[in-house]
């Protein structure tokens, strides 16, 4: 007899169920408002510090702590499900929190990943920086450099970023940065930015598409003076990399960035099956409901095959999903870009299924008065950032040939 069950234990069940409870009652009901303000949902932020939903330890124990690995996709779906924006809200600290988990040194990690999300008493917010003007999907070609000062033990950062999550209103900014230009991804190096640092300051906040209550700005970095030991991970282990990288050249080990966004891809994939589900969910009660020709229009085959296919796609993204989070828990190497796969299919996914939603409800669906245009931008979010679409199926192409496909 196998024990393989894709059944949800009682603890998923159950957080599945307060993470919904808190999207239905807290988040929904202000979700079109702060997408009209396009301004940070602080006091949703703070309901959710208040219940825990907000905070190291949810993150740690009950999302990353779940050894089979689908607490986290089920929790984040549940609140996506609420909104995307201030979903991405509540979870946008955790990009920077990955960051330091998996380039940091133990005591790095003890020290740094509680203040990007503070005490319910003092909210505090985390922002992870690698894009730049000119260097998005290009990670490799950033030109924020890091200079070591050895005399004072301090290291110099200099340069801008671009469309950085929370960035500018964070208290813990984790800077990936140039050390050595010539190598590329491996003369790159991860850096603290503590609360109150001189000369770090907020570009150009963004106005965008969708996903408008999270705070999406330019980062400014000009002569940030940090202590050595904010470069994570250490001196030591730096010098080891760029002495390897000078003498081997190119090699095929990633780079910091890369491995945090690599690790974080099924979250992000969980993000984007919550907004799709709203979006069938709603779709689905407005055909049985919305009458022409005399009949539900659901009756039509044209409209309740496309909710068939908005279900079965759905389910499909899930199951990558999960399978990804699981792979991730039990430490199984992703050997055909199974991460990628996840967040790939779910965006593209939601992408699909919100324009289906807004052509059921036609020209309900087209207007403000509506839930599904919002989730229809909210969803496009998701075939851009944390790896464009193509950046997905470069990687999956990549790892299933053995080639350097570019
Ligand atoms: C709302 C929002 C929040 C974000 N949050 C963060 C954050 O918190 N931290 C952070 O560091 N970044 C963040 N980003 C940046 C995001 O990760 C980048 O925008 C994304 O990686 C794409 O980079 P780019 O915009 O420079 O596009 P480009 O790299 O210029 O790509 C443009 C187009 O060319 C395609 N393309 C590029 N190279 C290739 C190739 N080799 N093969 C095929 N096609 C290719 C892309 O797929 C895309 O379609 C955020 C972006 C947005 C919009």
Known sequence: MSDFSLDLNEDQLTIQKWVHDFAEEVVRPVAEEWDE??????????????IGLYGM??????????PTGLTMPVAIEELFWGDAGI?????????????????????????WVPQCYGTPEKIQLGAFCVSEPDAGSDVSSLRTRAVYDEANDEWVLNGTKAWITNGGIADVHVVVAAVDPELKGRGQASFIVPPGTKGLSQGQKYKKHGIKASH??????????????????????????LARGREAGRTGAKQPAMATFEATRPAVGAQALGVARAAYE?????????????????????IAFKLADMKMEIDAARLLVHRA???AASRKQFVAGEGSMSKLK?????????????????GYGYTREYPVERWHRDAKIFTIFEGTSEI???????????????
């Open 37 to 50: 303000r396009e301004e940070f949902p602080w006091p949703v932020v703070q309901e959710a510090a208040n």
């Open 57 to 66: 330890d949810f993150m740690a124990n009950a999302l990353l702590g779940d």
């Open 392 to 406: 997905q199926r470069l990687v999956i192409a990549r790892n299933i040939s053995g080639l350097r496909i570019e």
């Open 87 to 111: 979903g991405l809200s509540i979870m946008g600290s955790g990009l920077a929190a990955a960051g330091i988990s998996g380039n940091g040194t133990p005591e790095q990690v003890m020290e």
């Open 216 to 241: 999406t700005a330019e980062v400014v970095l000009d002569d940030v003076r940090v202590p050595g030991r904010c470069l994570l991970g250490g001196k030591d282990k730096l010098d080891e990399k």
């Open 325 to 327: 989070a699981w792979m």
């Open 282 to 302: 709603y779709s689905l009660q407005y055909a049985k409901e919305r009458v022409a020709f005399g009949k539900p229009i659901i009756m039509n085959q044209a």
């Open 346 to 362: 779910a965006g593209e996914v939601a992408v699909w299924v919100t324009e289906q939603a807004i052509q059921i409800l036609g």
